[in-house]
């Protein structure tokens, strides 16, 4: 193991836990355990699994009005965010590409920010010198663990009853194991569950209490991949990236309507020119969609697609076989005359053409705790 790689403070639970450890944004991570990744995605889908997410990057965004203030580096409505939520953002730069895709909760006084591990140096330049001088950004030393799957309520029950109470998206305060926990039902499984930010001194307590409940197996990346796959989720550096357009990524909805042409707070944020323009005419060349696949070959990242002319129309950017699906799934970039749903494309797997449907996402329908 590179000696050079940081460590979360979890890394002697995983290694206790039979973890395969390899290099991942800069950090040494649990890839996954005994079970195995086909083993470790079924059981979140089941029942409840554990997820270390400490390279994630955790801010806080203060000062007299944080919500207009970030407004000016996202598309999204933050200042219309009620205290107690969390909202999905984008980072755009001046082209309209996507520097990074990020959660911002309103916590009344502040706001807090996560950030994507291998973004975060650079987003907190980005926060830091794209923000006016009247708001501060401060990198938390916090711990973040991710507790996913249908029966991650029965866990929560147990360890702080008052979270149950919250419902996808919302984002609370809260005392237990004798430190304060901050806990949003959310996650990148497309299950029920929650994201615990906790001090780092509390992480090893929290995290072992959590897998010694009956429900709860520790999952590393690999399951966490298939998980958000199934899911419609986009991992960035892959599905997203400096050179992809909201509109072209399929995130229209995360650019706030009072953003839009004609909203109340028009534009503002970095790339706008490029962005609006794309979201109201719908005219753009290419699109993220999803691709399902028969038989069981997985069909990878970098994986061309054709059209049935043997013309290429596009690449795969995420691809696994799909466990709940019990197929090959697939995210890609296809020129728009190809986006259609049904459309079928074929895959070139080692010389094979292989087909696959152009389908709705999330492949697996999701299940969030709305209330």
């Given at each position: 193991m590179d000696d050079d790689l940081h460590q979360t403070p979890l890394h002697d639970l995983h290694l206790s836990l039979g973890a395969k450890m390899v290099p991942f944004a800069g950090y040494s991570m649990p890839v996954q355990y005994a079970l195995g990744v086909k083993k470790e995605h079924e059981h979140t889908r089941n029942a409840c699994g554990l997820f270390d997410v400490s390279h994630m990057g955790q801010l806080l965004i203060s000062g007299?009005?944080?919500?207009?203030?970030?407004?000016?580096?996202?598309?999204?409505?933050?200042?219309?965010?009620?205290?107690?939520?969390?909202r999905y953002a984008l980072f755009t730069g001046n082209e309209g590409g996507i520097l990074d895709d990020l959660m911002i909760v309103n916590r009344g006084d502040d706001l807090y920010v996560v950030v994507n591990a291998a973004c975060k140096d650079q987003d907190v330049t980005h926060l830091r010198t794209g923000l006016d001088a009247a708001h501060q950004v401060e990198v938390l030393d916090r711990s973040l663990l991710a507790l996913q799957g249908p029966q991650a309520?029965?866990?929560?029950?147990?360890?702080?009853?008052?979270?149950?109470?919250?419902?996808?998206?919302?984002h609370g305060q809260f005392d237990a194991l004798g430190t304060t926990l901050w806990i949003s039902r959310s996650g990148y499984t497309g299950e029920d569950g929650f994201e615990i930010s906790v001090p780092k001194d509390a992480a090893e307590t929290l995290a072992r209490w959590l897998v010694?409940?009956?429900?709860?197996?520790p999952i590393g990346l690999g399951a966490r991949d298939s998980l958000r796959l199934e899911a419609g989720l986009c991992l960035y550096g892959h599905d997203l990236d400096t050179h992809t357009t909201p509109a072209e990524a399929s995130l229209i909805w995360a650019v706030g309507k009072v953003r839009r042409i004609g909203g109340e707070r028009e534009g503002g944020f970095p790339g706008a020119d490029v962005i609006l323009p794309q979201i109201d005419t719908k005219r753009i060349v290419?699109?993220?969609v999803g691709l399902v696949g028969e038989g069981?070959?997985?069909?990878?990242?970098?994986?061309?697609?054709?059209?049935?002319?043997?013309?290429?129309?596009?690449?795969?950017?995420s691809g696994s076989f799909g466990p709940t699906l019990g197929k090959p799934v697939a995210m890609a970039y296809v020129d728009v005359e190809w986006a259609g749903v049904e459309t079928t494309l074929y895959a070139d797997v080692r010389g094979k053409r292989l087909p696959m449907r152009v389908t709705r996402m999330p492949f697996v329908p999701a299940n969030y705790y709305r209330g």
């Open positions: 007299p009005t944080p919500a207009q203030a970030i407004e000016t580096l996202v598309p999204a409505d933050i200042v219309g965010l009620p205290a107690g939520m969390q309520k029965d866990v929560m029950a147990r360890l702080c009853p008052a979270a149950c109470d919250l419902v996808f998206m919302r010694e409940q009956p429900e709860v197996e290419r699109k993220r069981r070959a997985p069909v990878r990242e970098g994986t061309r697609l054709y059209d049935d002319a043997d013309r290429h129309v596009g690449q795969v950017t």
